[in-house]
Nanobody, 134 residues
Framework: QVDLVESGGGSVQAGGSLILSCAPSETATVNVFTNYCIGWFRQTATTEREGVAATCIEGGATYYHNSAKGRFTISQDSAKTTVFLQMTSLKPEDTGMYYC???????????????????????WGQGTQVTVSS
């Protein structure tokens, strides 16, 4: 079993920044960071869960949904044990629950084009709340 653990959420004012982190739980038995792509998703009050960014760690490729381009950056640490989502110029409409997930490359491509990731995600985290006030 693999549990993904998100952290770094919180409350900021519009224009502020946050860095979210995603790492396997201590009880994880699968090294998802070397076998899967890692994606960040969010669910807001007005939208269903949607992908914002993904990285396929072994190749280093990154994928962004249009809503995240220019403001969000996905990256990994050198040990390949943590994936980060750096969010800048935050807007109130960015408020929501942010989840990380592990899936195949189809998940990453679907995130970039706004397609369905339902069949491509294998593991989900529990989410971390981001609140942006105006």
């Amino acid at each position: 079993q693999v549990d993904l653990v998100e952290s770094g959420g919180g409350s900021v004012q519009a224009g502020g920044s946050l860095i979210l982190s995603c790492a396997p739980s201590e009880t994880a038995t699968v090294n998802v960071f070397t076998n899967y792509c890692i994606g960040w998703f969010r669910q807001t009050a007005t939208t269903e869960r949607e992908g914002v960014a993904a990285t396929c760690i072994e190749g280093g490729a990154t994928y962004y949904h249009n809503s995240a381009k220019g403001r969000f950056t996905i990256s990994q640490d050198s040990a390949k044990t943590t994936v980060f989502l750096q969010m800048t110029s935050l807007k109130p409409e960015d408020t929501g629950m942010y989840y990380c997930a592990a899936g195949d490359s189809g998940m990453a491509i679907a995130i970039m084009f706004g397609g369905s990731t339902q069949s491509s995600v294998t593991y989900w985290g529990q989410g971390t709340q981001v609140t942006v006030s105006s």
